[in-house]
């Protein structure tokens, strides 16, 4: 079985600063998917990022970007000039390639990030 | 595109009775639909997987007698909560994957709260 560790239960950062959250996995596949999802005060689970494993290329979607090691099975999310609306509960998540739709997502413990003005 | 919503968002029952909770893919198929469970500042737990027109795969330690799911159509997956209890009083969340391979998001709601008195 698959298993993701977030090590960062609270982290804060200085608005307009960078700051980076760790998740490591344990998996035997060499095919999956990882996700970084946000989850705001409201609840409402929001993706940030994804990256297949097959891609050596390190995904980035405007001020978040990720640093993948496929051979450390690590995931880091790093988020710069952070905004206030960053605030959130961020869980990194993991997603086997081999069984289509059906295939579950496996989430760490989150990391609750707060951004100070 | 890819919107989930849950109904209702919130709601309050008194221990003993049942409460349905409904997830609808307003804008696209899922084929499989997933009911996570979420106590305060913890991760989203996994309770089932649902496909539609067939039985739900509970995972273990969920009870599949108390929390009834049923996956009626390729838009709507519903949760009931048999017999509930304060201890079931938790905020309970949905998410979908899209029909077809290739697909490999989930689509969240924006969960319910349920509280048991």
């Known amino acids: 079985a698959q298993t993701v560790t977030q090590s960062q239960p609270e982290m804060s950062v200085q608005e307009a600063e960078t700051v980076t959250l760790s998740c490591t996995y344990d998996t035997s596949e060499s095919d999956y998917y990882l996700f970084w999802y946000k989850q705001p005060p409201s609840r409402q689970m929001i993706l940030v990022i994804r990256?297949?494993?097959?891609?050596?290329q390190n995904a980035t979607e405007n001020r978040f970007s990720v640093n993948f090691q496929k051979a450390a099975k690590s995931f880091s999310l790093k988020i710069s000039d952070s905004q206030l609306g960053d605030a959130a509960m961020y869980f990194c998540?993991?997603?086997?390639?081999?069984?289509?739709?059906?295939?579950?997502?496996?989430f760490g413990e989150g990391t609750q990030l707060t951004v100070n003005p | 595109g890819a919107v989930v919503s849950q109904h209702p968002s919130w709601v309050i029952c008194k221990s003993g009775t049942s409460v349905k909770i409904e997830c609808r893919s307003l804008d696209f198929q899922a084929t499989t639909m997933f009911w996570y469970r979420q106590f305060p500042k913890q991760s989203l737990m996994l309770m089932a997987t649902?496909?539609?027109?067939?039985?739900?795969?509970?995972e273990q330690g969920v009870e599949k007698d108390k929390f009834l799911i049923n996956h009626a159509s390729l838009t709507l997956s519903t949760l009931t909560v048999t017999s509930a209890h304060p201890e079931d009083s938790s905020f309970y969340i949905c998410s979908a994957s899209p029909l077809g391979r290739g697909i490999y998001e989930q689509y969240f709601g924006p969960g319910t709260r349920l509280t048991v008195t």
């Open positions: 998540a993991y997603r086997s390639a081999g069984e289509g739709s059906g295939s579950r997502l496996t």
């Open positions: 990256q297949e494993a097959y891609k050596q």
């Open positions: 649902s496909n539609e027109g067939s039985k739900a795969t509970y």
